[in-house]
């Protein structure tokens, strides 16, 4: 069976009249997704993007180094990055063209309880039904830093497990030692306030959580308040009010003084001042107020 040579040139002529015989439409398929996450083939628009920005490295002096490190883990068709203090992501690993590559939470704060940091939690994740991604991380003792166990406990929260030799030492994750001496003063405070009985276990859990939050340790509940610049106009208008409060304190003081001088009352301080002139009759019927001495 001979065959037919088509130059080169002539193909998208012939793909084009098959196109037209046939009826068909042609189709584009996209160039499949490679892992997702800094793929050159995707637009900018389509890579992933942090919600909100990583809190400060905080916690025990020996681990921030790992600051600025990664550690990846792959089981089945996903591949998970941890990066200390920053965020956490996962990546399909498939040619699908729209394989899954996401972020499963950023650095927020640290879990602390019995004073000692348990756990790394990574939270405002990708949005996941109504609420979001969040990542707890457990240190344990190993011979080498590594992200050893992924799993999901429950719908979008996931459990990682890093072991890494920083942790190896029996009091590798104290919190008080972490503290600045400032910030250990006040809970050694607090510590003997409670002792004392001068408050309350909720009091003594908030006081101490204040102290987690100075340190950063903690993210905190809600922002302090800013304080509001006050405006000239503001001044302005406070300084009428105070200007009308004294006017009407004076008269009230003349007023007194009147009713004391009407009874034959004599008045003087008692601050050691010369005695202040008692206001006259006339003075204080000019005033307006006749209710007390009548008409003249």
Request: aromatic fraction near 10%; include cysteine; glycine fraction near 6%.
């Amino acid at each position: 069976m001979s065959r037919v040579f088509i130059p080169p040139v002539c193909l998208p002529m012939l793909a084009f009249i098959v196109a037209q015989v046939l009826g068909g439409k042609m189709k584009i398929v996209e160039e499949p997704n490679t892992f997702g996450l800094n793929n050159h083939l995707l637009v900018q628009g389509s890579r992933l993007q942090a919600r909100v920005a990583p809190s400060p490295v905080a916690g025990p002096r020996h681990l921030h180094h790992l600051a600025g490190t990664c550690f990846h883990f792959t089981e089945s068709t996903y591949k998970y990055d941890f990066c200390p203090f920053h965020n956490v992501t996962q990546h399909e690993q498939s040619y699908r063209w729209n394989a899954y590559s996401g972020i499963l939470g950023i650095w927020q704060e640290w879990e602390i309880e019995n004073n000692t940091f348990t756990a790394m939690w990574m939270r405002e994740g990708d949005a996941c039904g109504k609420k979001k991604r969040q990542t707890k991380v457990l240190f344990t003792c190993g011979n080498s830093s590594r992200l050893a166990r992924v799993s999901e406990p429950e719908t979008c929260v996931y459990f990682l497990s890093f072991e890494t030799p920083l942790v190896c030492h029996v009091h590798a994750l104290l919190v008080y030692p972490a503290l600045s001496e400032k910030l250990q003063k006040e809970w050694d405070e607090i510590e003997q306030a409670r002792y004392e009985e001068l408050i309350t276990e909720q009091g003594y859990k908030k006081m101490l959580r204040d102290v987690f939050e100075e340190a950063g340790f903690l993210k905190r509940a809600t922002p302090p308040p800013k304080k509001e610049q006050q405006t000239s106009s503001d001044k302005h208008l406070n300084l009428d009010q105070c200007t009308k409060d004294f006017e009407k304190q004076r008269a009230e003081i003349e007023r007194l003084r009147s009713l004391l001088s009407h009874h034959n009352i004599s008045y003087e301080a008692d601050t050691g001042r010369p005695t202040v002139p008692l206001a006259t009759v006339q003075d204080q019927h000019l005033r307006g107020d006749t209710g007390l001495l009548g008409n003249p």
